[in-house]
């Protein structure tokens, strides 16, 4: 096992009503808050109200940011820096999914930076200050909740990227699966693939002797097996909604990561497919990750896929190892599909002709595109291909 530091300074507050919580969170630390949201649906839900109510009783006054789509884009960042210039906001309050969440990491870095806040994405500039920020969690998926990242597109140049740093971990997050309730069967579905795929960028990678982590995390890819279908075909079912959005926090938060190096190859992949065709990032990941897990198979991964193969799926052990290999990746792909998730890139709009500037894009934008297997630019090719 790798050298680590594990710390997570993010206070969770998981469960129905928690948001209570928020007044003790809040009340003497701010002023003013700046509330940022997405296309609506924590208003149309009552979220929003739920939150407002609280902090009013508390005696804090609030602006707001609203309107973030996903696959978020740098305008709102800079929209929501503005704003807590001009208002004098010492705290950001993200209501909604990874897109709100991450918006808000952006702003409050960009905040306190007197340059450009897409240097942090682009020029690697280390982050020395933040607003601090806190979340209430209304999708489980990222795990932006309890992590250090932020992933932001710029338009124009069809740019989709990451930063990352310690300021910009949330405060406090608050985490009603009841908030959950309210989202459709496809963002269910796309959360639990995004779950799962962040499992497996930290279980597909060196070195093997990580055995807790590796342990948990099959733990947790369990869990989804066992809850996704459900959350999908029961939205109100309290125990699935609280696992799957346990899981989502667990699978991103340095629990199995540190310690290894993870692999990213499909979150690269993924990130400059949506960067172009604004597709949901968990979609993009059930579609390539199958893919991709074909791709890398050789004789020096085998005996990773052996182990998922086992101890996730419970495949046999007495068959041959190449054999239980590809059923796990079978698996995957049937899993995947059984959620209502789309299989083919085809499928969601996305054309052929650019795989060749996504392959290059994500070799220009990272110094290594996976780790478990590094790939090429003609690998990247031939995955996207294979995946339409
Ligand atoms: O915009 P609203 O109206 O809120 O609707 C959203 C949106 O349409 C809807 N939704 C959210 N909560 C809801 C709800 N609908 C009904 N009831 C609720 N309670 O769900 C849709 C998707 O929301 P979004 O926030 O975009 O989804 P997600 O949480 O999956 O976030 C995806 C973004 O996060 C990035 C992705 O690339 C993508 O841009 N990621 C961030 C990471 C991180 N910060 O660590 C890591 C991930 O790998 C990922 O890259
Ligand atoms: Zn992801």
């Given at each position: 096992m790798q050298n680590f530091v594990f710390n997570i300074p993010t206070r969770v507050h998981f469960g129905k009503g928690e948001v209570r919580a928020l007044e003790e969170e809040l009340e003497g630390r701010t002023k003013k808050v700046l509330i940022v949201t997405g296309q609506g649906s924590v208003k149309k839900y009552g979220i929003f109200d739920n939150v407002v109510e609280t902090l009013k009783k508390a005696g804090i006054s609030y602006v707001e940011l609203s309107g973030i789509k996903p696959n978020p884009r740098l305008k709102s960042v800079y929209k929501g820096i503005e704003i807590?210039?001009?208002?004098?906001?010492?705290?950001?309050?993200?209501?909604?999914?990874?897109?709100?969440?991450?918006?808000s990491k952006a702003i409050a870095a960009g905040t306190r930076y007197e340059g450009d806040v897409w240097d942090f994405f682009v020029k690697n500039i280390p982050c020395a200050a933040a607003l601090p920020l806190g979340s209430v969690l209304t999708l489980a998926a990222t795990g932006s909740e309890m992590n250090s990242y932020a992933v932001i597109t710029k338009e124009d140049e069809e740019r989709k990227l990451a930063f990352g740093s310690p300021f910009v971990k949330p405060v406090f997050s608050i985490l009603d699966p009841e908030y959950t309730y309210t989202v459709n069967k496809y963002h269910t579905a796309a959360g639990v693939a995004d779950i799962m795929a962040h499992v497996f960028e930290e279980y597909f990678s060196q070195p093997s002797s990580a055995y807790v982590q590796d342990r948990m995390a099959e733990a947790l890819l369990r869990v989804c097996i066992r809850y996704g279908p459900r959350a999908c075909e029961k939205p109100r079912d309290y125990e699935a909604r609280a696992n799957i959005m346990w899981a989502s926090s667990l699978a991103l938060n340095g629990l199995l990561?540190?310690?290894?190096?993870?692999?990213?190859?499909?979150?690269?992949?993924?990130?400059?497919?949506?960067?172009?065709?604004?597709?949901?990032?968990?979609?993009?990941?059930?579609?390539?990750?199958?893919?991709?897990?074909?791709?890398?198979?050789?004789?020096?991964?085998?005996?990773?896929?052996?182990?998922?193969?086992?101890?996730?799926w419970g495949i046999e052990k007495k068959k041959k190892d190449i054999d239980i290999a590809n059923a796990s990746i079978e698996k995957t792909r049937e899993f995947f599909n059984s959620l209502g998730l789309p299989s083919k890139l085809s499928k969601v709009n996305v054309a052929a002709d650019r795989f060749k500037d996504m392959a290059r894009a994500a070799i220009k934008t990272h110094p290594q595109v996976g780790s478990f297997k590094k790939l090429s630019e003609k690998d990247i090719i031939q995955i996207l291909t294979e995946s339409f």
């Open positions: 807590c210039r001009k208002e004098s906001v010492d705290f950001i309050l993200a209501v909604g999914g990874g897109s709100v969440i991450d918006t990561g540190e310690g290894k190096s993870g692999d990213w190859a499909c979150h690269s992949i993924e990130h400059e497919i949506s960067a172009i065709y604004d597709i949901s990032h968990g979609v993009g990941l059930a579609i390539i990750v199958p893919n991709w897990m074909k791709h890398v198979l050789s004789s020096e991964t085998l005996e990773k896929f052996v182990e998922y193969g086992i101890n996730t």
